[in-house]
């Protein structure tokens, strides 16, 4: 079946570090790809999306790009702050229901 | 933003018992899903359901886990039987549409079977 791999289990950084996820994919067809950010005690909360290869997805400073050729979607941003501190999934949306498989989740850990 | 509820935050219950997991979703969406997430571990998609039915189940959805929304009310999640390995945070979540849509997730019920 569909199936998402994260390649860091956790990373640690401080402020104004670059980040860099690594996120690749399985699927057959043309899934959508997300990115999605779980705070202590919360449910996870939409980041953004990209449907197609070579579209651009991006919020608060983070961004990827969908790319087909190597089946990834790698989450960056240029600075990070403590903020950011929280796990991050990168999911894919499969069929008609919407439906999302996730990733196994990236711990991050900004120190100022 | 729109916000998914959940009743309760915590649940304790004996190995055997019942419990109803109860989700209020954001009004006006469509599509629903409740979610498993074993402490530490990813989240794991349970279940679909959209128009008053199941549209899609993983093999972590049991024959003892059954969901329904009455009337517009609830969005539930009963198992029955509890077992240990149920223990887990049950997320629920819902959509306005399917495919490449947001989902929305509630903030998840802690279930614990003793």
């Known amino acids: 079946g569909d199936s998402v791999t994260q390649t860091e289990g956790q990373v640690a950084l401080s402020e104004e570090d670059f980040l860099t996820i690594h996120c690749n994919y399985s699927?057959?067809?043309?899934?959508?790809l997300f990115w999605y950010v779980q705070y202590p005690g919360e449910g996870p909360q939409f980041l953004f999306r990209a449907s197609r290869d070579k579209e651009k997805g991006s919020s608060r400073g983070f961004e990827a790009t969908y790319d087909k050729g190597t089946t990834s979607f790698h989450l960056r941003k240029a600075s990070v702050q403590e903020s950011d501190s929280a796990v991050y999934y990168c999911a894919l949306g499969e069929g008609l229901s919407g439906k999302l498989t996730f990733g196994e989740g990236t711990q991050v850990t900004v120190i100022s | 933003g729109p916000k998914v509820l959940q009743i309760p935050s915590h649940q304790i219950i004996d190995m055997g018992q019942m419990v109803t997991l109860n989700c209020d979703p954001v009004s006006n969406h469509l599509y629903f899903y409740w979610y498993k997430q074993i402490l530490g571990q990813q989240m794991e998609f349970l279940v679909n359901?959209?128009?008053?039915?199941?549209?899609?189940k993983s093999k972590l959805f049991k024959d003892q886990f059954s969901v329904e929304r009455p009337d517009g009310s609830y969005f539930t999640l009963k198992i029955q039987p509890t077992a240990l390995e149920d223990s887990a945070v049950y997320f629920c979540?819902?959509?306005?549409?399917?495919?490449?849509?947001?989902?929305?997730f509630g903030k998840g019920t802690r279930l614990t079977v003793v």
């Open positions: 699927a057959s067809g043309y899934p959508a």
């Open positions: 359901f959209y128009n008053g039915k199941v549209m899609e």
């Open positions: 979540a819902s959509s306005s549409g399917g495919q490449n849509t947001e989902v929305f």
